[in-house]
């Protein structure tokens, strides 16, 4: 009989996460920073996720969107069965999980005739090639004309280095017997083993000799399906974008939006360069080799219309935002490939104090003339740096929050009653951004303790580590795990004030709790 995994790992669930990029409202203001006019995220939408995994994105998205309609499919039927589980549980009626194959998709009656936005993240590097053409072919017939594809892969030339790594480690764990859990471990022994007698490949590779020794404490089932499945390709730009023009798309923009800013990423010399070069695609392949690139997050676009000079402007202004962490918290700083960038104060201080009082339109923070002052694409550059380091995130507007209210509230309040049995999903859903948000099973456990009626941080704590205790679990502290009851409580106490001044008013802001 045939395998119906066709070589992807199937024997050890894939990670819990949930990827911003894949948000409707992100997607649409990624496109918005390149001038296409694109699915507006207010609009009753028909989402498709190919390679949902657990569907975590897609049931926060779900419940985050009641207004769109979402459908995904997984090859693992585990995994779909804890999917839709959590949609039930939640009462979303606007969520619909598949356990198809790519091939068997495309003919699955029940789907809508078109998709407005279809995403694949994490699936493209780790597929055959039959199956991408299975996506492929679904992408032509399925997507609707001016829809959307966010598509997310290894890159070269990245990954160029670190290829032979991964071939040691898969050929070690093949001919390993166990579960795969154990024959990771048995890989990644043999490798720093291998590594230890001396060879040139590690010693004139620092890059792979870091990338072993971050490999060793991560998760088993992320390297699992990282790292492990029979298909592992990493792309050229320029490989994808021939394979998906076969789908009649053509790129739009990445959808890591600090990618789109060249000041934090490229020097003068290099954006002199680039610049020089009349070919947008040939500029995105010779920016890769730049900037070493090793994982893409791509958005192509089905017959792209742009916005014409008046109503590019018009759609930015009336664009919400909202602050996703506390006004003072934010940083003047850009983590980039150039390092550390000072951001300057003079411009950032006052569009950030601008969304100081919750979520606003780039037409109401212009009343302050100072910002109008700033010009236009200065102004644009700032909101990108922001939005793409995560300090400042895209809103939907206010027209039916009261019914994402109520359906994002549903969604947290399971998650949160799960997180007391251990599960860590440690994202809840924000009816403002349309989006996740990131909050760990320890702050879902001090909301947990709030909902019921404990109303200081240190009768969260207590709560917490009464839950924690009877599960046989212990906090870690720099690395170490915390054997003393008295100090996992004093840590718990710590984190609770913290959660309680820091996390709970911008949870409020965003109507999770």
């Not at 960038?341 to 003339?369: M, Q, W």
Request: with cysteine; proline share 5%.
């Amino acid at each position: 009989m045939q395998d119906w995994s066709d070589g992807y790992v199937a024997d050890i669930e894939y990670n819990h996460g949930f990827y911003r990029e894949l948000a409707p409202a992100h997607l649409s203001f990624a496109s918005l920073t390149q001038g296409f006019r694109t699915p507006s995220p207010e609009r009753a939408l028909n989402y498709c996720e190919l390679g949902c995994g657990q569907g975590v994105s897609m049931n926060i998205l779900a419940a985050a969107n009641p207004h769109i309609s979402f459908y995904a499919t997984d090859f693992n039927p585990g995994q779909i069965t804890s999917a839709s589980r959590l949609a039930e549980d939640a009462g979303l009626s606007n969520l619909h999980f598949y356990d198809a194959a790519f091939d068997e998709f495309e003919h699955e009656p029940s789907l809508p005739r078109s998709f407005d936005i279809i995403s694949l993240h994490g699936i493209y590097s780790w597929i055959s090639a039959e199956n991408r053409a299975h996506i492929v072919r679904f992408l032509q017939k399925k997507l609707k004309p001016g829809g959307l594809v966010y598509i997310s892969y290894n890159t070269l030339p990245g990954w160029a280095v670190s290829m032979p790594l991964r071939q040691l480690l898969v050929d070690h764990a093949t001919k390993s017997t166990g579960p795969i859990t154990t024959r990771i471990d048995k890989a990644l022994s043999y490798a720093q083993d291998f590594n230890s007698v001396g060879t040139d490949y590690f010693s004139k590779n620092d890059l792979v000799i870091e990338r072993l020794k971050k490999m060793a404490p991560m998760p088993r089932n992320y390297l699992a399906h990282e790292y492990f499945n029979k298909d592992w390709t990493p792309f050229y730009f320029s490989q994808v974008a021939d394979e998906l023009a076969g789908a009649k798309l053509s790129f739009l923009a990445s959808a890591h939006v600090l990618d789109q800013v060249d000041m934090v990423n490229l020097t003068g010399e290099q954006q002199k360069f680039l610049a020089s070069e009349p070919d947008p695609l040939r500029r995105q392949s010779l920016r890769d080799y730049i900037v070493n690139q090793q994982f893409r997050r791509d958005i192509f676009v089905k017959g792209g219309e742009k916005f014409n000079l008046a109503d590019s402007r018009a759609a930015w202004l009336d664009h919400r935002f909202t602050l996703v962490k506390r006004r003072e918290d934010v940083p003047l700083t850009s983590n980039s490939r150039l390092g550390e960038v000072t951001l300057n104060k003079d411009v950032y201080d006052p569009i950030l104090d601008g969304f100081s009082n919750g979520p606003a339109t780039i037409r109401e923070i212009l009343k302050n003339k100072q910002i109008e002052e700033f010009g236009w694409q200065k102004l644009q550059q700032a909101l990108a740096v922001l939005v793409g380091a995560g300090d400042l995130q895209p809103c939907l507007t206010t027209k039916n929050e009261k019914k994402r209210r109520e359906s994002a509230k549903l969604m947290n309040r399971t998650l949160i009653d799960r997180s007391e049995g251990g599960t860590d999903i440690s994202f809840l859903a924000s009816p403002v951004t349309g989006s996740g948000v990131a909050v760990n099973r320890i702050e879902q456990l001090f909301l947990n303790a709030r909902i019921k009626g404990m109303k200081t941080p240190s009768d969260w704590a207590a709560s917490t580590w009464e839950k924690l205790d009877s599960q046989g679990h212990k906090l870690k502290l720099e690395g170490k795990t915390l054997e003393n009851p008295d100090d996992n409580l004093t840590e718990l106490n710590r984190q609770a004030k913290e959660f309680e001044e820091k996390t709970l008013p911008v949870l409020s802001t965003l109507q999770v709790i």
